[in-house]
């Protein structure tokens, strides 16, 4: 796979966000502080239902990562308009405003799987979008560096 691309290395830094928010997720929901796991809205998004069967689950989670992948190439091509010093701030903030926008949407239309939820849900979900803007920022920044020696 080619690093030179700035698409690439958005959609890579993305999904890896993505995959530490999931895994942050799942210790939330094992420890069962969330009901929804982030899968169970890229599910609801697909299928209009949360996952039942292992393959929903696997297609939703598939998507949840897709979703993220999507929304790093996006902050790849934003971060060069806005500018890239305190990227991990921007980071954080870009993915509060994910976290945001997802939450908004989801009451506008009042998708009902979706809502409603609970504080200690927003509470760990706003952490996790954290995370993922931190690991989306960092790994960008790697590679950002990584295609710049080549």
């Known amino acids: 796979m080619n690093l030179n691309d700035r698409f690439t290395r958005g959609f890579l830094a993305g999904v890896l966000g993505g995959i530490v928010m999931s895994i ?5 929901f094992a420890l069962g502080i969330v009901e929804l796991l982030y899968l169970d809205w890229a599910a609801v998004l697909t299928y209009g239902y949360r ?4 393959l929903e689950t696997i297609v939703a989670q598939a998507g949840q990562l897709f979703f993220s992948g999507i929304m ?4 790849t091509y934003l971060i060069t308009v806005v500018g890239s ?3 991990l701030f921007k980071g954080c903030i870009y993915g509060l405003a994910i976290f945001f926008g997802s939450y908004a949407i989801t009451l506008l239309f009042k998708v009902s799987p979706l809502i409603p939820v609970h504080v200690d849900t927003v509470l760990s979900n706003i952490v996790t979008v954290l995370v993922y803007g931190v690991v ?5 920044h790697w590679l950002e560096k990584k295609a710049a020696v080549k």
């Open 72 to 75: 790093g190439i996006i902050f």
């Open 51 to 54: 996952p039942n069967t292992i």
């Open 85 to 87: 010093v305190n990227y």
């Open 136 to 140: 989306l920022a960092q790994s960008l």
């Open 24 to 28: 942050f997720d799942f210790i939330s």
